[in-house]
């Protein structure tokens, strides 16, 4: 007998299912995070201008201007390539001893190491702070478990929806720093010009700048930001190695009683281990954000190099002040959209469409690039390459959202709470390796590119084939996202 009655009284049509009402953010912790989270691209980005120049000014190159964009990768690629290497062990400490301790070693590192690459006067001495800078860095992986943490189901696309404005904001004001104070004593004498320490260290007070806003983001922490680990271990029994030891119940009478429950409890109050996290769902979610990464810095690599390359090289002929204001509109464009839309979006029509939607629109992303240099060539900078720009800012900005919908698949991945920090890290792993070298081997194909007029696609057949793979990648991601 059915347990549902039916009667003359009982409605033909049920009435729809709400969707459940948005929990309010908390927004206290949650503008802590955001504002922590511009250290990374701010220390990260601030080099770009003044790097060619402080390259030429220690001499490693012996005047060779041809080497000046190799080394000058190579400090891009050292924060990444160390990064990748340490930001696993940083994210599972955290899942251990706290996020809090995590992310104050985190700013630490950040801030000692930017001014030390201020005061190096040697190539090993940049090696040496740039290397550091990235290795004592994991706060990207904790800050993003932390966002979970403080956040539900209801909430959490409409956080990532903000986490853009902390990337745009400090990769825009990165740059405008290291261009506008480097150099201080010949840019401002009146100010500097008196002063022999600037002389000596022409590049220290760029680095100054993000150097202590790291350390300011590590006293707000320290004072303000609360602690989302409940479950967590002292540092010394996380350097004895005891972090897997049960407490053993001092009644023997009470062992049956309590293993149901200490079972049940195991998994959702202890971190796995590593072996334990390299599960299916875990390996999907991490490699798309990785293919998504690497196609988007592939993409942002070209982009500038393409604007600022002569049109009958290949690119645009595009002035600085110009590319500079492309890229500056990009960022507010992206951040705006994705605060007051994304989570509407994400609502309506979920986060596998999205993501998936935001695959495909890099194919006629990259296919802007031609296209502009055709029109450029056949009609100069016209009304219509101006057109098509503006375009290609609005595909940009659509195949960005990509990046909030894999922040939900790996949360959704983590097979337990306890592991979200672990899992994160995993994840950035992968993105830092794909960070280190995306861009080296997408700007050597350009290059081989403009070299070789015959072979002038092959820099976006290789982009074309990322997309591909980006394509792939996302049609092993669920239409729902994984339960725990």
Same mark, same amino acid.
């Given at each position: 007998?059915?347990?549902? *009655?039916?009667?003359?009284?009982?409605?033909?049509?049920?009435?729809? /299912?709400?969707?459940?009402? +948005?929990?309010?953010?908390?927004?206290? *912790?949650?503008?802590?995070?955001?504002?922590?989270?511009?250290?990374?691209?701010?220390?990260?980005?601030?080099?770009?201008?003044?790097?060619?120049? &402080?390259?030429?000014?220690?001499?490693?190159?012996?005047?060779?201007?041809?080497?000046?964009?190799?080394?000058?990768?190579?400090?891009?690629?050292? %924060?990444?390539?160390?990064?990748?290497?340490?930001?696993?062990?940083?994210? +599972?400490?955290?899942?251990?001893?706290?996020?809090?301790?995590?992310? &104050?070693?985190?700013?630490?590192?950040?801030?000692?190491?930017?001014?030390?690459?201020?005061?190096?006067?040697?190539?090993?001495?940049?090696?040496?702070?740039?290397?550091?800078?990235?290795? &004592?860095?994991?706060?990207?992986?904790?800050?993003?478990?932390?966002?979970?943490?403080?956040?539900?189901?209801?909430?959490?696309?409409?956080?990532?929806?903000?986490?853009?404005?902390?990337?745009?904001?400090?990769?825009?004001?990165?740059?405008?720093?290291?261009?506008?104070?480097?150099?201080?004593?010949?840019?401002?004498?009146?100010?500097?010009?008196?002063?022999?320490?600037?002389?000596?260290?022409?590049?220290?007070?760029?680095?100054?700048?993000?150097?202590?806003?790291?350390?300011?983001?590590?006293?707000?922490?320290?004072?303000?930001?609360?602690?989302?680990?409940?479950?967590?271990?002292?540092?010394?029994?996380?350097?004895?190695?005891?972090?897997? =030891?049960?407490?053993?119940? /001092?009644?023997?009478?009470?062992? =049956?009683?309590?293993?149901?429950?200490?079972?049940?409890?195991?998994?959702? =109050?202890?971190?796995?281990?590593?072996?334990?996290? &390299?599960?299916?769902?875990?390996?999907?979610?991490?490699?798309?954000?990785?293919?998504?990464?690497?196609?988007?810095?592939?993409?942002?690599?070209?982009?500038?190099? %393409?604007?600022?390359?002569?049109? =009958?090289?290949?690119?645009?002929?595009?002035?600085?002040?110009?590319?500079?204001?492309?890229?500056?509109?990009?960022?507010?464009?992206?951040?705006? %959209?994705?605060?007051?839309?994304?989570?509407?979006?994400?609502?309506?029509?979920?986060?596998?469409?999205?993501?998936?939607?935001?695959?495909?629109?890099?194919?006629?992303?990259?296919?802007?690039?031609?296209?502009?240099?055709?029109?450029? +060539?056949?009609?100069?900078?016209?009304?219509?390459?101006?057109?098509?720009?503006?375009?290609?800012?609005?595909?940009?900005?659509?195949?960005?959202?990509?990046?909030?919908?894999?922040?939900?698949?790996?949360?959704?991945?983590?097979?337990?709470?306890?592991?979200?920090?672990?899992?994160?890290?995993?994840?950035?792993?992968?993105?830092?390796?794909?960070?280190?070298?995306?861009?080296?081997?997408?700007?050597?194909?350009?290059?081989?590119?403009?070299?070789?007029?015959?072979?002038?696609?092959?820099?976006?057949?290789?982009?074309?084939?990322?997309?591909?793979?980006?394509?792939?990648?996302?049609?092993?991601?669920?239409?729902?996202?994984?339960?725990?």
């Amino acid at each position: 007998m059915s347990s549902h *009655q039916v009667d003359e009284e009982t409605p033909l049509l049920l009435p729809a /299912k709400q969707p459940p009402k +948005r929990t309010p953010l908390p927004w206290r *912790q949650f503008s802590i995070i955001l504002f922590l989270q511009l250290a990374e691209p701010l220390t990260s980005q601030v080099i770009s201008p003044f790097a060619p120049q &402080l390259i030429r000014d220690i001499g490693i190159t012996g005047g060779d201007e041809t080497k000046v964009g190799y080394y000058v990768g190579l400090m891009h690629s050292l %924060f990444f390539a160390t990064q990748a290497l340490t930001v696993l062990h940083w994210s +599972r400490v955290s899942d251990h001893i706290g996020r809090k301790p995590v992310i &104050l070693t985190g700013l630490f590192g950040l801030s000692v190491s930017m001014y030390c690459f201020g005061l190096s006067k040697t190539f090993w001495g940049l090696v040496f702070s740039r290397a550091l800078n990235g290795a &004592l860095n994991g706060n990207i992986g904790v800050i993003k478990s932390m966002m979970v943490e403080i956040t539900d189901s209801t909430n959490l696309a409409q956080a990532y929806a903000y986490m853009p404005i902390a990337w745009s904001s400090g990769g825009t004001l990165g740059p405008l720093i290291g261009g506008a104070l480097s150099r201080p004593a010949d840019r401002f004498p009146n100010v500097f010009g008196h002063l022999a320490f600037f002389k000596e260290y022409p590049y220290f007070l760029a680095c100054a700048v993000p150097a202590t806003f790291s350390a300011i983001a590590w006293l707000v922490t320290f004072l303000f930001l609360k602690e989302t680990v409940t479950s967590r271990f002292t540092l010394g029994r996380l350097l004895t190695g005891k972090l897997n =030891e049960e407490s053993a119940p /001092k009644d023997p009478t009470s062992l =049956e009683a309590s293993t149901n429950s200490l079972d049940n409890a195991k998994d959702e =109050e202890r971190p796995l281990s590593l072996r334990s996290l &390299l599960v299916p769902r875990v390996i999907i979610a991490a490699g798309n954000y990785g293919t998504l990464s690497l196609l988007d810095i592939a993409f942002r690599a070209v982009q500038p190099l %393409f604007f600022a390359t002569p049109m =009958e090289l290949g690119g645009l002929g595009l002035a600085p002040p110009e590319i500079g204001n492309i890229l500056a509109v990009y960022g507010v464009i992206n951040g705006l %959209f994705q605060i007051f839309f994304f989570a509407d979006l994400h609502d309506k029509y979920g986060t596998k469409k999205i993501y998936t939607v935001a695959m495909a629109s890099a194919f006629p992303l990259i296919m802007t690039l031609p296209l502009l240099n055709f029109l450029g +060539r056949t009609q100069g900078l016209s009304w219509m390459v101006w057109t098509i720009v503006g375009v290609q800012l609005v595909i940009s900005v659509v195949m960005n959202l990509g990046y909030a919908c894999v922040f939900i698949y790996i949360a959704a991945a983590s097979p337990n709470r306890a592991s979200l920090g672990a899992t994160n890290g995993i994840a950035q792993m992968v993105v830092s390796i794909m960070r280190a070298l995306g861009p080296a081997s997408v700007n050597s194909l350009f290059s081989y590119s403009i070299e070789n007029p015959h072979h002038a696609w092959v820099v976006y057949y290789f982009m074309i084939g990322l997309a591909f793979i980006a394509i792939a990648a996302s049609s092993r991601l669920p239409h729902q996202l994984w339960k725990n």
